[in-house]
C-alpha cells in the first residue's frame, strides 16, 4: 500500500524555521513528482512546492518563494520542506502527495500542524 506520512510540524515565533518531512511506505520516490500542500483554518487547500523525479526541478507558490525549500534525500524514501523566515500566514495544516502536474494522486493523509504565532 502507497502511503505518505508527514511529520516536523509544530508551534515557532515569527521569523523561525522547521523543516518537515514526508516518509514514503511502501514505495522510492524515484518515479514520482512530490509535492507540499497546506490547509489554513476557513481555506481551500493549496499547492506550495513540489519536486520533479526526473531533474529535480522545483516549484513555489510565490507566498514562499525565497523562504521555503523542498529536497529529497538521496535514499529518496523522504521528502523534506526547509521552512524558514516564518509567518503567521503560514498557520496551516502541510500534506504531502504524489502528483501529477498539479494534481495529487494519492488519499490525503493526517497531515502535519504548522503554527506560527507570537
Known amino acids: 500500500q502507497l502511503q505518505l506520512v508527514e511529520s516536523g510540524g509544530g508551534l515557532v515565533q515569527p521569523g523561525g524555521s522547521l523543516r518537515l518531512s514526508c516518509a514514503a511506505s511502501?514505495?522510492?520516490?524515484?518515479?514520482?513528482?512530490i509535492g507540499w500542500f497546506r490547509q489554513a483554518p476557513g481555506k481551500e487547500r493549496e499547492g506550495v512546492s513540489c519536486?520533479?523525479?526526473?531533474?529535480?526541478?522545483?516549484y513555489y507558490a510565490d507566498s514562499v518563494k525565497g523562504r521555503f525549500t523542498i529536497s529529497r534525500d538521496t535514499a529518496k524514501t523522504t521528502m523534506y520542506l526547509q521552512m524558514n523566515s516564518l509567518k503567521p500566514d503560514d498557520t496551516a495544516v502541510y500534506y504531502c502527495?504524489?502528483?501529477?502536474?498539479?494534481?495529487?494522486?494519492?488519499?490525503w493523509g493526517q497531515g502535519t500542524q504548522v503554527t506560527v504565532s507570537s
Open positions: 519536486i520533479s523525479s526526473s531533474d529535480g526541478s522545483t
Open positions: 511502501g514505495f522510492t520516490l524515484d518515479y514520482y513528482a
Open positions: 502527495n504524489l502528483v501529477s502536474g498539479a494534481t495529487p494522486l494519492l488519499a
